[in-house]
Nanobody, 119 residues
Framework: QVQLVESGGGLVQPGGSLRLSCAASGSILSTYNIIWHRQAPGKQRELVAT???????NYADSVKGRFTISRDNTKNTVYLQMNSLKPEDTAVYYC?????????????WGQGTQVTVSS
């Protein structure tokens, strides 16, 4: 079973950058598919970016061209580089690792890290 810890959130001005980290322990993160989600106050959780075990990536339209998801298997960590941040990016960001055994999906979540974009 994998344990996930997010870090790197904080307060940043519009147009600034942050890099979020999702560090794993208890299991090899490269065997999982990873999703970064976010949830703003009063809003539903939103998928931000995905990276598969094979390294394929996908992004929400709202962050394409600004955010980059990557993984460093030597550090057992997945990153979310966020550039050109906007106030609407303000949310708690969560790391979610999952895999399938047959048709059953197993999900693991971190505790989240707050990102606030404000002047």
């Amino acid at each position: 079973q994998v344990q996930l810890v997010e870090s790197g959130g904080g307060l940043v001005q519009p147009g600034g950058s942050l890099r979020l980290s999702c560090a794993a322990s208890g299991s090899i993160l490269s065997t999982y598919n990873i999703i970064w989600h976010r949830q703003a106050p009063g809003k539903q959780r939103e998928l931000v970016a995905t990276i598969t075990r094979r390294g394929s990536t996908n992004y929400a339209d709202s962050v394409k061209g600004r955010f980059t998801i990557s993984r460093d298997n030597t550090k057992n960590t997945v990153y979310l580089q966020m550039n050109s941040l906007k106030p609407e990016d303000t949310a708690v960001y969560y790391c979610n690792a999952f895999y399938y055994e047959g048709f059953r999906r197993y999900d693991y979540w971190g505790q989240g890290t707050q990102v606030t974009v404000s002047s």
